[in-house]
């Protein structure tokens, strides 16, 4: 079983898309990270950023957030351990009971290390008051730097919002205008699987999504909507866009404009939306 800190430096998506249920955004971080890092350490630690990332969403204080042992869930980290459960590991909870306040470089260290990468990118948050003085923070501990950096954004992003990244930063990003639309679109998936009703189990609710988005057989996904009044709607497809935007990017055709187009409008109705096509019209004016 892999701790390292692959599964927390790519983990925001997953909370992000339940954020207003959040047993629902721990259970999908926790899923998220087992399929490529299962040891215990990686697990709870993306489960614990998961619920700070929740909590950025929900407008919570700084202070708030960085209490010891903060959940969304009311006495999470305390709750009863089922039969069938383990323990949370006790290096995530001593991060999470505030380590990173308590602790200096060189004990902070931004290695490979999913746990002291957690505490790292925590410690630089805690100790700054703006996005770009965190990031330049746990960029210069050096060691796995860019994972640091990356697991320290995605808190400092949720809390200081998009604007609080400085736009020089921002003006440089490949594809700026795609990945905004990406974004918008897993904060839709938010409002979209609120509708799924309260007796569906969160493993239940994360697996019908899961299946929904990989273009799973209706034979899967209908029964379990049909039992459970799940209220759904298929999400928009950016798969074909993102290949021709990659075409064009990459040919710098002048006809590219007209395929993509083309193709776009070829699209089911429900995989059409007017700002992504703006976006992407804006983007190729660009070039």
């Known amino acids: 079983l892999h701790a390292g800190n ?3 430096m790519r983990l925001c998506a997953a909370p992000l898309a339940f954020w207003r249920q959040p047993y629902l955004a721990i259970e999908a971080a926790a899923l998220s990270s087992m399929t490529t890092h299962g040891a215990p350490q990686a697990v709870d630690a993306c489960k614990y950023y998961a619920g700070l990332l929740v909590g950025c969403m929900n407008g919570v204080s700084k202070e708030t957030l960085l209490s010891d042992r903060y959940s969304p869930i009311e006495k999470y980290w305390e ?3 089922k039969p069938q459960e383990r323990k949370t590991n006790i290096e995530v ?17 931004g290695t490979g290390y999913v746990v002291k990468t957690l505490e790292a990118a925590l410690w630089a948050f805690y100790h700054t008051d703006d996005f770009e003085s ?7 501990l050096g060691d ?4 640091t950096a990356a697991v320290y954004g995605q808190l400092a992003g949720a809390f200081y919002g998009v604007e609080g990244i400085p736009e020089k930063w921002r003006s440089k990003c ?18 979209h699987y609120a509708c799924t009703v309260p ?9 019908l999504v899961g299946a929904e988005l990989s273009g ?31 075409a064009y990017l990459g040919s710098r055709s002048a006809s590219k404009k007209e395929e993509i187009v083309k193709k776009y409008k070829m699209l089911p109705a429900e995989a059409q939306d007017d700002a992504l096509l703006s976006s992407v019209m804006a983007m190729i004016k660009k070039k």
């Open 199 to 207: 007796s569906a189990s969160p493993l239940d609710t994360v697996q």
């Open 6 to 8: 692959g599964s927390l």
């Open 216 to 246: 799973a057989s209706s034979n899967t996904v209908e029964p379990f909507k049909a039992s459970a009044g799940y209220r759904g709607k298929k999400m928009k497809g950016y798969d074909l866009l993102e290949k021709e935007i990659h």
């Open 174 to 191: 490949a594809l700026s205008p795609l990945f905004g639309l990406m974004a918008d679109e897993i904060a839709s998936m938010a409002e």
């Open 144 to 147: 796995d730097a860019d994972t």
């Open 79 to 81: 709750r009863p351990v």
């Open 134 to 140: 965190g990031c330049l923070k746990v960029v210069n």
């Open 93 to 109: 909870l001593e991060v999470a009971g505030g380590s990173f306040k308590r602790n200096n470089p060189p004990t902070i260290k």
